[in-house]
């Protein structure tokens, strides 16, 4: 008996298409990307006797997801009567032996269990774990059989693993996929990988109410606009310096130079094991309030010894750093090594200061040389409470090189000129520069 189902255009390639093994899916809201992975899973299995692998990272979140869509388009199929649904342990069964079964990342010791698998569905994988999605790709194995992972999800972060394992990763240097080569053509097979883009505009069966609740959110919501009606990865939260920018670094040292009065700071950020030894060198263009970042160190698991020197120049050019003051016993042995190095003050509620003094910089212009601070503060968001509140001074993450900045700036002020009291001249001590002299830099960037 042949089957009619009716499906939207834009998704009819992708439901016959079984050439490749991954099938990454992101879209907006009401794409139809979820219904249209579903669709495609029972035809093949109705086509070939195989067992397939539903996964959320939450289990008790899948019987009113993945197995109650798959159950809908089956009595839409008018197959109810032979693909039955079994709800304790959730399981769906073919008359041909295929069979589908559920899990949750949540309960990974069930994954243990799991045999012949030929095809997994990842619904939401951005909720998964990265550790998460490397088991289940041990877990996708079969003698005879050719292996298929499918991934479905809404845009999320640029800090996901999603988009660093199927897009860019600019920390470990891996270019995959421009995403916005993929909004453009929507489709695009890369590296044994279908990657499919989708908007609410490409499911004929939404609502025009529906779609037009997603267009007002453009006027009170931007961020949720870009994911739910755009379907675009991105920053999640408010920016905590929307005015950072990066350049190439010659553009960087070049209004450097520019500047007729510039004010040159160190910062050091203390870290060991998951945290980093954090080092910047900047530039103040006091006139015009304009911070530059020309320079970093960034490195962790180093003990004291080997990273004083990594960093010897600064025993030579005697370059003041402005460290943090919470490790004095650090502090004293970098000055025992011969560096010029002094705590900066940290006082109840310094962190929300801090971050205030900084973002009262009209412009921050990173040189493209410090991947690593471009990494953590270009798309750094405020982190927020469970109700959606704003925290002020706590982050999306924990960024060694805004720490770095902070204590740099050490009793220098942003807004009130007349308060400003520097405890140097305008150049760093001992460096005897003037205006129209380069700039202490290593050639690199970084010292490593």
Same mark, same amino acid.
């Given at each position: ?33 979820? *219904? ?17 692998? !539903? !996964? ?17 388009? $089956? ?34 010791? &069930? ?22 999605? &490397? ?10 059989? &050719? ?61 025009? +109410? ?29 920016? $905590? ?50 911070? *530059? ?68 910089? &009209?412009?921050?212009?990173? +040189?493209?040389?410090?991947?690593? !601070? ?7 968001? *405020? ?28 009793? *220098? ?36």
């Amino acid at each position: 008996m042949p089957i009619v189902k009716e499906v939207n255009p834009h998704f009819e390639d992708f439901i016959f298409d079984w050439n490749y093994k991954f099938y990454f899916l992101v879209g907006g809201y009401g794409s139809s990307k979820s *219904y249209h992975v579903a669709l495609k899973l029972i035809l093949k299995l109705l086509q070939e006797k195989r067992t397939a692998l !539903v !996964v959320r990272e939450v289990y008790d979140t899948i019987r009113d997801s993945c197995y109650s869509l798959l159950e809908e388009i $089956v009595t839409e199929m008018g197959l109810d009567d032979r693909i039955k649904f079994k709800i304790s342990p959730m399981q769906v069964k073919f008359p041909n032996g295929s069979k589908i079964i559920f899990k949750g990342m949540d309960k990974p010791a &069930k994954l243990k269990s799991i045999n012949n698998v030929s095809i997994v569905w990842i619904e939401e994988c951005s909720e998964v774990k990265y550790a998460g999605f &490397k088991e289940l790709l041990g877990r996708l194995r079969h003698p005879n059989l &050719k292996l298929h992972l499918m991934l479905s999800t809404n845009p999320v972060s640029k800090n996901n693993w999603c988009y660093k394992h199927f897009f860019i990763d600019t920390k470990k240097k891996i270019f995959i996929l421009d995403d916005k080569d993929l909004y453009k053509d929507r489709t695009i097979i890369v590296n044994n990988t279908y990657y499919h883009h989708s908007l609410a505009d490409d499911n004929l069966f939404l609502p025009k +109410s529906y779609v037009e609740q997603l267009d007002d959110l453009k006027t009170y919501d931007i961020d949720l606009y870009r994911i739910a009606r755009r379907g675009r990865f991105g920053v999640n939260g408010r920016k $905590v310096l929307p005015q950072f920018e990066k350049v190439p670094h010659y553009q960087a040292l070049e209004a450097i130079q520019n500047i007729k009065t510039p004010i040159y700071r160190v910062g050091m950020d203390f870290g060991f094991e998951t945290s980093y030894n954090a080092i910047v060198r900047l530039a103040i263009d006091d006139d015009k309030k304009v911070l *530059y970042i020309y320079w970093q160190y960034y490195k962790n698991q180093m003990t004291d010894d080997k990273t004083a020197i990594e960093i010897a120049e600064f025993k030579k050019t005697q370059e003041l750093i402005r460290a943090d003051s919470a490790e004095p016993k650090t502090i004293k042995y970098y000055k025992q090594e011969g560096f010029n190095i002094k705590g900066a003050k940290k006082l109840p509620g310094s962190r929300l200061q801090n971050t205030k003094k900084v973002k009262r910089f &009209k412009k921050i212009i990173c +040189s493209e040389d410090c991947q690593d !601070v471009i990494d953590e503060l270009q798309d750094l968001t *405020y982190a927020v409470t469970k109700d959606g509140d704003l925290i002020e001074d706590e982050f999306s993450i924990d960024p060694h090189t805004f720490s770095a900045i902070w204590y740099a700036l050490d009793g *220098y002020e942003v807004s009130d000129l007349k308060e400003v009291k520097y405890d140097e001249s305008v150049y760093n001590k001992g460096l005897g520069l003037k205006s129209n002299q380069p700039i202490p830099y290593k050639k690199g960037g970084k010292v490593f």
